[in-house]
């Protein structure tokens, strides 16, 4: 009778400690479709979500934040995508930067910092990153997810055998989920379709002349430290990369490939008729040849393995001992953004846009980006 009741009582705590566990667990998980709170400078003059141009994604998960700064005076309307790729860390936080940071005097600058929202809900499967990464500032810790390159699984469910994207292109099966392969988008098509959809019509409704999307890529990969330029706009980016050169910033110039369609610096200039350069910096959690994937290795940016593969002559950057930290990235960004700017407006003097508090990227390299969160 006595071990009948010890086993009873052992099964009763291990069903609760069970049911904890649970609890536990399934809290974790749903605090990751929550947003962080960005918190934007006193220059905002509106905020409102992507749903506002394309009602289709209102109540979807690819529904997201969208933040307009509109100066009084003339000058260009300007879109700034971060976070099309969620695991890309550095192209969402020059987008929080510049959310937190800038007034607009003249033109209009429109940020989207989770272009796809439903990728910060999720893991990039099987690869054993963190969920969450910490930046410090000078009033305590910010954290931020450290999101999927797709859109999240559960909001976007099956994967078709082969893919057959918007502009008419073949794809592997879970480029459905890419938004970055999806664009022009479908009003009626997969959820990141429409969120690409939705992002065509921000473009028309916005009436923006240049769009810029923030993106990293693998210190292994050939396209990194690059302004990827539609033809479109190439005389802003050879003006740019110029710029950024006499600063003593390396970005190479990369043409957009008119037969690789999909992708915002093609689409965007062919569908939508605007200037587009792509921003890409490396991402040391992203690419094959790391070591273990740590929170802060998405911050620091320093891997052993990296830096043998360095200097084995693997990589398309430059990778010393003190790694590639996210200050360091988002300020390349900045300054690409400052300098695509200034190309485009001594182009085209009457598409200046005029903007108050742009974060100093020296500053951002040197004092680290918290220094520019609030
Ligand atoms: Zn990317």
């Given amino acids: 009778?006595?071990?009948?009741?010890?086993?009873?009582?052992?099964?009763?705590?291990?069903?609760?400690?069970?049911?904890?566990?649970?609890?536990?667990?399934?809290?974790?998980?749903?605090?990751?479709?929550?947003?962080?709170?960005?918190?934007?400078?006193?220059?905002?003059?509106?905020?409102?979500?992507?749903?506002?141009?394309?009602?289709?994604?209102?109540?979807?998960?690819?529904?997201?934040?969208?933040?307009?700064?509109?100066?009084?005076?003339?000058?260009?309307?300007?879109?700034?995508?971060?976070?099309?790729?969620?695991?890309?860390?550095?192209?969402?936080?020059?987008?929080?930067?510049?959310?937190?940071?800038?007034?607009?005097?003249?033109?209009?600058?429109?940020?989207?910092?989770?272009?796809?929202?439903?990728?910060?809900?999720?893991?990039?499967?099987?690869?054993?990153?963190?969920?969450?990464?910490?930046?410090?500032?000078?009033?305590?810790?910010?954290?931020?997810?450290?999101?999927?390159?797709?859109?999240?699984?559960?909001?976007?469910?099956?994967?078709?055998?082969?893919?057959?994207?918007?502009?008419?292109?073949?794809?592997?099966?879970?480029?459905?989920?890419?938004?970055?392969?999806?664009?022009?988008?479908?009003?009626?098509?997969?959820?990141?379709?429409?969120?690409?959809?939705?992002?065509?019509?921000?473009?028309?409704?916005?009436?923006?002349?240049?769009?810029?999307?923030?993106h990293e890529s693998a210190p292994e990969y050939p396209v990194i430290n690059a302004l990827v330029f539609h033809e479109g706009s190439a005389e802003i980016a050879a003006l740019a990369q110029i710029a950024l050169q006499e600063e003593g910033l390396d970005l190479r110039l990369e043409a957009s490939p008119p037969n690789l369609r999909g992708l915002s610096h093609r689409e965007w200039g062919d569908a939508a008729g605007i200037k587009v350069i792509l921003v890409e910096t490396p991402n040391p959690v992203q690419g094959r040849l790391k070591g273990r994937t740590t929170e802060s290795l998405v911050v620091d940016g320093r891997d052993e393995d990296y830096l043998k593969a360095a200097r084995l002559g693997r990589l398309f950057v430059p990778y010393g001992e003190e790694g590639i930290p996210i200050g360091e990235r988002v300020a390349r960004h900045l300054a690409a953004v400052r300098a695509i700017l200034t190309a485009y407006a001594e182009l085209e003097p009457d598409k200046a846009v005029d903007i108050a508090g742009f974060p100093d990227w020296k500053r951002v390299r040197a004092e680290g980006v918290g220094a520019f969160l609030r």
């Avoid at 979500?49 to 994604?57: A, H, Q």
């Fill in 1 to 214: 009778m006595k071990s009948a009741s010890v086993y009873a009582l052992r099964t009763a705590a291990l069903v609760i400690c069970g049911g904890l566990l649970g609890v536990v667990a399934a809290s974790e998980f749903k605090s990751l479709w929550k947003d962080e709170p960005v918190f934007p400078s006193s220059g905002l003059t509106r905020q409102t979500r992507l749903s506002e141009y394309f009602p289709g994604l209102a109540g979807t998960p690819g529904d997201t934040d969208v933040f307009v700064f509109e100066g009084g005076g003339p000058g260009a309307n300007v879109l700034i995508a971060g976070g099309t790729h969620p695991n890309e860390p550095a192209g969402f936080v020059s987008a929080v930067v510049l959310i937190e940071t800038i007034g607009v005097r003249g033109g209009k600058v429109v940020v989207v910092p989770r272009a796809n929202a439903s990728g910060f809900t999720a893991n990039d499967p099987q690869e054993a990153n963190p969920m969450r990464f910490t930046i410090k500032t000078a009033a305590g810790s910010r954290t931020f997810r450290l999101g999927s390159r797709l859109t999240n699984p559960v909001h976007q469910w099956p994967d078709p055998t082969l893919y057959q994207n918007p502009a008419g292109q073949m794809l592997a099966a879970s480029e459905v989920r890419n938004l970055n392969r999806c664009y022009p988008g479908r009003a009626k098509g997969y959820l990141t379709e429409k969120v690409a959809f939705g992002i065509m019509e921000l473009i028309r409704r916005e009436k923006i002349d240049l769009g810029l999307d923030l």
